[in-house]
Nanobody, 123 residues
Framework: QVELVESGGGWVRPGGSLRLSCTSSSFTLTNFAVAWFRQGPGKEREGVACIVNDEKTTYYADSVKGRFTISRDKAKNTVTLQMSSLKPEDTAVYYC????????????????WGQGTQVTVSS
């Protein structure tokens, strides 16, 4: 059973934008810290952005600060990652993860995971 479902990936030219969404039919995401991770070709998985369940606290990797924004839509039970000024090095499979106790980007011990969505940035 897939616990989280990502959508919105695709191909975009450098400098372009994409919006990824993460939702769940089984869990109310406002009860969880939700994070986006990514794994590029030949790279280790890294945390990109996280929003805590207080709805105010967010964390970003240095590589995406000022370009990516994570937010919640409570009505849609969705967490969105708005990505702008995309670079080829942003190419990766992006995963949504959620946890009811832990948060942050320094670990990947999240209890719920999605299957990932591919983002490709190239000209």
């Amino acid at each position: 059973q897939v616990e989280l479902v990502e959508s919105g990936g695709g191909w975009v030219r450098p400098g372009g934008s994409l919006r990824l969404s993460c939702t769940s039919s089984s869990f109310t995401l406002t009860n969880f810290a939700v994070a986006w991770f990514r794994q590029g070709p030949g790279k280790e998985r890294e945390g990109v952005a996280c929003i805590v369940n207080d709805e105010k606290t967010t964390y970003y990797a240095d590589s995406v600060k000022g370009r990516f924004t994570i937010s919640r839509d409570k009505a849609k039970n969705t967490v969105t990652l708005q990505m702008s000024s995309l670079k080829p090095e942003d190419t990766a499979v992006y995963y949504c993860a959620a946890d009811s106790w832990q948060y942050g980007l320094g670990h990947s011990n999240y209890e719920l995971w999605g299957q990932g969505t591919q983002v490709t940035v190239s000209s």
